[in-house]
């Protein structure tokens, strides 16, 4: 079974920073690689798919690159509305999530 | 503007029964694969069960399998989940996505699950 290793599980950045998450698989996966935004009480939100695509209407700030094995999600600059939690996902039969990073602003 | 809402969540004993609905808006939903995922509370997400367009092709966790049972009525434009033989560990917040194996692109804001006796 492909197991998914999301790091860091939690981050704190000042408002204005480059936050970057890291997501990687046991075994190669290509580019079948989602990532999600998670806030408390509002319903879960594609940020970008197939690894590097960014799902219409998500901000450019937002961004996601790799294949094969290691994954990185990154925010150029973060924003106070940019605190959630995010989970990356491998697309394909098994569907694993990460076990999500929560980012906090300083 | 696409919505998918769930119900049907609630308390239930261990052992019991649970049928959860979505209802789904603003997109043909003939065209979608569905999902249910859940979130166990203070853990992460875990994919559950998809159906494909037509309702002929279905997946489920192992964690469900044998127990849980993904439907959909494309008429009413709604999905299903029926729950059986509920587990403690079932309890979570049950979201409906849009979408099957490949990503899911709109989710609910989900019903809650309490398996508790």
């Known amino acids: 079974d492909i197991q998914m290793t999301q790091s860091p599980s939690s981050l704190s950045a000042s408002v204005g920073d480059r936050v970057t998450i890291t997501c990687q698989a046991s075994q190669d996966i290509s580019n079948c690689l989602n990532w999600y935004q998670h806030k408390p009480g509002i319903a879960p939100k594609l940020l970008i798919y197939?690894?590097?695509i960014l799902e219409t209407g998500v901000p450019s700030r937002f961004s996601g690159s790799g294949s094969g094995t290691d994954f990185t999600f990154s925010i150029t600059s973060l924003q106070p509305e940019d605190i959630a939690t995010y989970y990356c996902q491998q697309c394909g039969i098994s569907m694993l999530f990460g076990g999500g990073t929560k980012v906090e602003i300083k | 503007q696409v919505q998918v809402v769930e119900s049907g969540g609630g308390l239930v004993k261990p052992g019991g029964s649970l049928r959860l609905s979505c209802a789904a808006s603003?997109?043909?939903?003939?065209?979608?694969?569905m999902s249910w995922i859940r979130q166990p509370p203070g853990k992460g997400l875990e994919w559950i069960s998809f159906i494909s367009r037509s309702g002929d092709t279905k997946y489920y966790a192992d964690s469900v399998k044998g127990r849980f049972t993904i439907s959909r009525d494309n008429t009413k434009k709604s999905l299903y989940l029926q729950m059986n033989s509920l587990r403690d560990e079932d309890t979570a917040m049950y979201y409906c996505v849009r979408g099957g194996a490949r990503r899911g692109d709109y989710w609910g804001q989900g019903t809650l699950v309490t398996v508790s006796s």
């Open positions: 603003g997109f043909i939903f003939s065209d979608y694969y």
């Open positions: 197939d690894a590097s």
